[in-house]
């Protein structure tokens, strides 16, 4: 009888084992969901379908997206013929109708699955090709730039640049971030910051294990790749001529932080402390004075009880170039606990120095200061690519509550026309 309760324990134990599912795949389910159901991704995702399809392929399945394409194009024109709004029964039945019918689109756009379409940028430079009659320009910048032009090269491109325009929705850089296959991104600079992005966004997402994967592609690559990666990043250093060395670990340090705050948020406390003392030896070779990451560095030795490190890292932050009064009140108080041990004086200022502020500044210096972004700028159709993220989150804008059906409701004729000027 004995034996037969232990097989059924044991039974019972495999089962729930099996039926535990993995953490990766709830995720994909719940970015599935998200984006499914997003407002504002019914006419991004419309709209980039219409810019991706071949119109020209008379297969059916393609002749099918181009009509859906065409039609949430002609649903956003619906809401582009009126500078204001009437405000009679007429005029708002109108206006509804016209939003309605964007939203009908919404399950065509959400089975389509952009990635199976041409790029925008290749759709771009067919267009310049057949204007000149030649495919030599095209050619090039995709080998120099970047290796190899594909899917999640464009969303790596459209997601660092969403996510640096200031109050860019984050619905849209979060979708193309979590489209970017990390393996396919062939340069060195564009894959470890390929991987920061998505790390970085699914954080924000509370998607802590695909945040957790992508950290840890980063944190490998640059380890496999130091040499490619440190000739690819010389554009990050304030100063020409810093030792190479100090870079790779100030990089890579970034990486263990990620990755021990996914731990840590999905209840790892022991592994993620394991990265965060990581992080602190990296960062204390990396040997710099960046404010938000030297308070980073100090928090966590604090947390450690390791007061004479915590204080190294106290100093290089005073010795910050944008070290202000509040940074100043900050260390101050911090000095402070490490004698009186208040947690709660502590802990609150953890948020103002979060990794999104800290991961910024890196994913800014590569969108505006990389040979990528200033070769991008320097080319006639690709320009329009780089242009995309800021034109239209300048139309969005317009609208308090980006895109919910009331704010089309109340500023549509604005928010569309802007997007075609």
């Known amino acids: 009888m004995r034996k037969l309760s232990i097989l059924i324990l044991l039974a019972s134990f495999l089962l729930s084992c099996s039926k535990k599912e993995d953490p990766i795949e709830r995720e994909r389910k719940e970015m599935k969901e998200f984006f499914d159901n997003s407002k504002l991704l019914v006419a991004y995702k419309g709209v980039k379908i219409a810019l991706r399809v071949d119109y020209a392929n008379p297969n059916a399945q393609n002749v099918k997206m181009g009509e859906t394409g065409l039609k949430t194009l002609s649903a956003i024109a619906g809401l582009l013929t009126k500078d204001t709004l009437h405000m009679s029964v007429t005029g708002l039945y109108d206006t509804y109708q016209q939003v309605k019918g964007l939203y009908e689109l919404k399950n065509e756009i959400n089975q389509i699955n952009e990635d199976e379409l041409p790029t925008i940028f290749s759709k771009f ?79 924000e997402k509370e998607w802590y294990y695909t945040s957790e994967k992508s950290s840890t592609t980063y944190i490998d690559y640059i380890t496999s790749h130091k040499k490619e990666v440190l000739e690819s990043t010389t554009y990050l250093d304030s100063v020409p001529g810093t030792d190479p060395e100090k870079r790779f670990y100030e990089l890579r340090s970034l990486g263990y932080a990620l990755r021990a705050y996914s731990k840590e948020k999905s209840d790892r406390e022991d592994e993620a402390n394991k990265d965060y003392d990581l992080f602190v030896d990296d960062f204390d070779k990396a040997d710099i004075k960046n404010k938000e990451m030297c308070f980073l560095s100090s928090y966590i030795c604090i947390k450690n009880s390791k007061n004479d490190k915590a204080e190294r890292f106290l100093k290089k932050m005073g010795q910050s170039k944008d070290y202000n009064e509040k940074d100043k009140e900050t260390v101050a108080e911090l000095r402070a606990f490490i004698k009186s041990k208040d947690d709660k004086k502590f802990n609150k200022y953890f948020d103002n120095f979060s990794l999104s502020k800290i991961a910024f500044s890196y994913l800014y210096n590569l969108s505006v200061n990389s040979d990528m972004a200033k070769q991008l700028q320097a080319n006639n159709y690709s320009k329009k690519l780089v242009a995309i993220p800021n034109k239209v989150n300048n139309v969005i804008n317009y609208s308090e509550t980006l895109l919910n059906t009331d704010s089309l409701a109340s500023s549509a004729g604005k928010l569309i026309k802007g997007l075609f000027k």
């Not at 030649?134 to 910048?141: E, G, I, K």
């Not at 489209?179 to 894959?191: C, P």
């Open 125 to 203: 430079s067919s267009l310049e090709k057949a204007l000149s009659n030649s495919s030599t320009v095209s050619t090039a910048l995709e080998k120099d730039i970047f290796g190899a032009y594909n899917n999640s090269t464009e969303h790596f491109i459209l997601g660092s640049l969403w996510f640096v325009t200031p109050s860019a929705p984050a619905d849209i850089y979060i979708y193309e971030a979590a489209h970017i296959d990390n393996s396919q991104i062939t340069k060195a600079d564009q894959h470890v910051f390929a991987c920061l992005l998505k790390a970085l966004v699914c954080n």
